[in-house]
T-cell receptor
Framework: AQRVTQPEKLLSVFKGAPVELKCNYSYSGSPELFWYVQYSRQRLQLLLRHISRESIKGFTADLNKGETSFHLKKPFAQEEDSAMYYCALSGGNTGFQKLVFGTGTRLLVSP | ETGVTQSPTHLIKTRGQQVTLRCSSQSGHNTVSWYQQALGQGPQFIFQYYREEENGRGNFPPRFSGLQFPNYSSELNVNALELDDSALYLC?????????????FGEGSRLTVL
């Protein structure tokens, strides 16, 4: 079964502090992992994909197949990073059918 | 901004009623999927349509049905509404020729069932 676990409902940090939003997944094949973000009063949007291996808005995420994790990291949090973050998985072997989302982590960055 | 638009944004129904939610995606986005997001949860896949045919379905009963039209619009229909159907319903589209999980979401239709 495909499952995504985000253990923290809320992560509160001060501006300039490092941030790590945890994501663990369960999938028997080769998954494709994503982070989606929803800023206040905006729609859900893609932040980054593990395949592209790029840094978006200072955020990075590395797929660790041994630990089945895809944690999102940023060295210095900014107030504008405050948002709801969802980790998501799709089955890479059989082509895209659906995204399986975690329950989300709310990141609150205080000044 | 062009993108995925959904209507209505909010609606209230009573148990047993039927509802139709609508979505309009961008030109060239021939795959559309619908997700249900209950309060405090992540979005949950309902089904996906490609070229006007359903080609993937999540764990939802048959009273959840959909349609996709040639003009890139689509509908989600829910019959015999139950209280647990209260949720935010999200439409998401994907460009032609792209076979990844990079989806473009609408702002959602919030359904309340009383």
């Amino acid at each position: 079964a495909q499952r995504v676990t985000q253990p923290e409902k809320l992560l509160s940090v001060f501006k300039g502090a490092p941030v790590e939003l945890k994501c663990n997944y369960s999938y028997s094949g080769s998954p494709e992992l994503f982070w989606y973000v929803q800023y206040s009063r905006q729609r859900l949007q893609l932040l980054l994909r593990h395949i592209s291996r790029e840094s978006i808005k200072g955020f990075t995420a590395d797929l660790n197949k041994g630990e089945t994790s895809f944690h999102l990291k940023k060295p210095f949090a900014q107030e504008e990073d405050s948002a709801m973050y969802y980790c998501a998985l799709s089955g890479g072997n059989t082509g895209f059918q659906k995204l399986v989302f975690g329950t989300g982590t709310r990141l609150l960055v205080s000044p | 901004e062009t993108g995925v638009t959904q209507s209505p944004t909010h609606l209230i129904k009573t148990r047993g009623q039927q509802v139709t939610l609508r979505c309009s995606s961008q030109s060239g986005h021939n795959t559309v999927s619908w997700y249900q997001q209950a309060l405090g949860q992540g979005p949950q896949f309902i089904f996906q349509y490609y070229r006007e045919e359903e080609n993937g379905r999540g764990n939802f009963p048959p009273r959840f049905s959909g349609l996709q039209f040639p003009n890139y619009s689509s509908e989600l229909n829910v019959n015999a509404l139950e209280l647990d159907d209260s949720a935010l319903y999200l439409c998401a589209s994907r460009p032609s020729g792209v076979n990844t999980g990079e989806l473009f979401f609408g702002e959602g239709s919030r359904l309340t069932v009383l």
